[in-house]
């Protein structure tokens, strides 16, 4: 029985590494993907109305602007993150002395937590803390030809590596939309951001993000069933993401049925998914057979294993609806591929599946299945409140997020016949029906997700490894303790007839002094000292597209 010495290391690793798991994946580069669809861009529709404009980048970034000491900076709006970072220079921004580095899809963020007078929107805060880049030689792309300077996390505080970094005993080092509500500017504590379709003719909106308010074209959003964010267990406070559950069964497939595959997320309604509303990836992560259910059964469908995605034919429409609160999000056949990242293998061009198996971001400690990134995001209007989240608030609610569905899958599908069949409804031939559910493509696993989800299993279980490894403690020391008494019982009754034993096989405790770390994989001994300096969201580098 080696339950102590092995077991219990090796929980206590995986939680260490699993603490820094990879959060997120994104795009690759801007200035990559402007080059793939240039020759498809169109202009969005202009007519903002009550909020700050969000730049569409070819559907795979959406970009706000913000000023640090008047300086503007173009930043990624990013739900799945808490930290604001800009390279650039921000003139008299005061060094905090304390360096922090990001992990990012784009690479490292390296550089001294700064501070300096923010403006978003209407709102302004003294004494912003953000990370100023002044390196970008870590980024892996050449950063200069970007569309944006930065980041702008928008994820709950807990989360925020500057923040605990800095832990000031004040609110000064919260992050940027922390500092704004906790500022009193506002009356209540929520935003919205609402994200268009490029290349969508039919589309009537542009992007928008507001605080506080909502865009009045879709009022009707705060009627919306409330999904309230702490239904989701999370095990420690830097894990809290805008997370909800779906239905039941919470994803209908290509074929009209549900998926049904359930949740990996120990303690909750097994049918539920756990999913984080994360503005910062391009394409949506979902569990393998969930990826497989909608592309395996496409005629002509490969999978890219380089990549870890599905490609398939342009003209291939494929329906997809989730679920929360009894609400359909039906999400557009435009969304479901992407022409914006096509690749061309022998003479056929191919367009990517957007709802891609969760690889990189594979939640180790369980805590959530689907990433729900931009493929789903353009077909929700989205608010999300911060309620008492924000500390000595006005709102004392728990936090809650509510979806307003923008698609309907009538209208879409005409979409779709004009955008990508010019016109021509191919969606019913024999070359488009899906193949039958037995004759399924899977994709395969790789070894290092194998090794994950069998780590997983493990974590996910660990309560009752622990309680059991502590029992068998308790017990064993209780059976040396009494075997102890009993031999020094024997010893001294002998001793009182004869000569003592020696010291040593007094107390031979065997089976317990080889307590070291001997035992643990090697792996994950690896997994902790080249993850020590990275913080809990690391943004791992993927290349989509080529
Ligand atoms: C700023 O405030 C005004 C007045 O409340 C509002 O009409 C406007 O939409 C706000 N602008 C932004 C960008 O939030
Ligand atoms: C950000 O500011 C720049 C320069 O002022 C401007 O050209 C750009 O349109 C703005 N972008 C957004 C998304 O508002
Ligand atoms: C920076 O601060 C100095 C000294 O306070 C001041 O003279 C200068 O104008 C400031 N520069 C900017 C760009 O605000
Ligand atoms: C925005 O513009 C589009 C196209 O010009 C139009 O159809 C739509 O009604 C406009 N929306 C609002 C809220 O004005
Ligand atoms: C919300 O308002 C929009 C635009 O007025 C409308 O199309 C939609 O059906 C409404 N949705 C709900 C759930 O009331
Ligand atoms: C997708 O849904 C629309 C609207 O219900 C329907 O007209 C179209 O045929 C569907 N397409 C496929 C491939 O199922």
Same mark, same amino acid.
Not at 98 to 102: A, E, F, M, N
């Given at each position: 029985m080696r339950c102590p010495s092995l077991v219990l290391p090796f929980i206590l690793a995986s939680l260490a590494s699993a603490l820094r798991i990879p959060f997120r994946t994104y795009s690759s580069t801007a200035h990559e993907l402007l080059s793939l669809s240039r020759s498809t861009r169109r202009a969005t529709a202009s007519n903002v109305t009550v909020g700050l404009p969000i730049k569409n980048v070819n559907n795979v970034e959406y970009l706000g602007n913000l000023t +640090? #000491?008047? #300086?503007?900076?173009?930043?990624?709006?990013?739900?799945?993150s808490a930290d604001l970072w800009v390279a650039g220079n921000v003139p008299n921004a005061t060094d905090l002395g304390?360096?922090?580095?990001?992990s990012y899809a784009i690479g490292t963020a390296n550089g001294n937590v700064h501070s300096a007078t923010l403006t978003f929107g209407n709102y302004t805060v003294q004494n912003q803390a953000f990370v100023l880049v002044q390196d970008t030689? *870590?980024?892996?792309?050449?950063?200069s030809t970007a569309a944006y300077q930065g980041l702008l996390g928008l994820g709950p505080n807990t989360g925020s590596v500057i923040y605990r970094k800095v832990d000031a005993s004040d609110n000064s080092a919260d992050s940027t939309l922390f500092r704004i509500f906790e500022g009193s500017q506002t009356t209540s504590d929520y935003i919205t951001f609402l994200l268009n379709r490029? #290349?969508? *003719?039919?589309?009537s909106f542009a992007g928008e993000f507001t605080i506080a308010e909502v865009v009045p074209q879709f009022s009707n959003i705060t009627n919306q069933p409330k999904l309230t964010i702490k239904d989701v267990p999370t095990l420690t406070d830097a894990d809290q993401h805008w997370a909800v559950l779906t239905d039941g069964w919470g994803v209908t497939g290509p074929d009209g049925n549900f998926i049904q595959i359930g949740s990996s997320v120990p303690r909750v309604d097994s049918k539920k998914l756990v999913a984080v509303l994360d503005s910062g990836f391009t394409f949506s992560q979902v569990p393998r057979d969930m990826s497989d259910a909608i592309y395996g059964r496409v005629q002509g469908a490969i999978y890219d294993t380089t990549n870890e995605l599905w490609r398939l034919p342009c003209d291939q429409e494929l329906n997809v609806t989730f679920h929360f609160g009894g609400v359909d999000f039906p999400i557009h056949p435009l969304d479901t591929s992407s022409s914006d990242i096509q690749i061309t293998k022998a003479g056929v061009t191919y367009c990517t599946g957007t709802f891609q198996p969760i690889t990189t971001a594979f939640s180790l400690l369980g805590e959530y299945d689907?990433? +729900?990134?931009?493929?789903?995001?353009? #077909?929700?209007?989205?608010?999300i409140d911060f309620g008492n989240f924000v500390k000595g608030g006005k709102d004392s609610s728990d936090p809650f997020v509510q979806l307003l569905p923008l698609t309907s899958q009538a209208s879409a599908h005409a979409d779709f016949v004009q955008s990508r069949l010019s016109g021509v409804d191919t969606t019913g031939s024999a070359s488009k029906t899906l193949v039958p559910a037995s004759q399924e493509s899977h994709s395969p696993q790789s070894a290092a997700e194998i090794k994950a989800h069998r780590e997983q299993k493990i974590l996910k279980y660990w309560p009752y490894i622990l309680v059991g490894c502590l029992a068998f403690v308790v017990i064993s020391l209780g059976l040396c303790i009494w075997a102890c008494c009993m031999r020094r019982k024997r010893q001294r009754a002998a001793a009182r007839t004869a000569k003592s034993l020696p010291l040593s096989q007094q107390y031979n405790l065997g089976s317990f002094h080889n307590l070291s770390d001997s035992a643990l994989p090697a792996a994950h001994k690896g997994q902790m000292e080249s993850t020590d300096n990275l913080p809990s969201y690391s943004y791992s580098y993927k290349q989509y597209g080529q």
């Open positions: +640090l #000491n008047g #300086n503007t900076f173009t930043v990624i709006l990013d739900t799945g304390k360096s922090v580095s990001l030689s *870590a980024f892996s792309s050449d950063f490029a #290349n969508d *003719a039919q589309e689907v990433i +729900l990134g931009m493929s789903f995001l353009r #077909n929700a209007y989205t608010l």
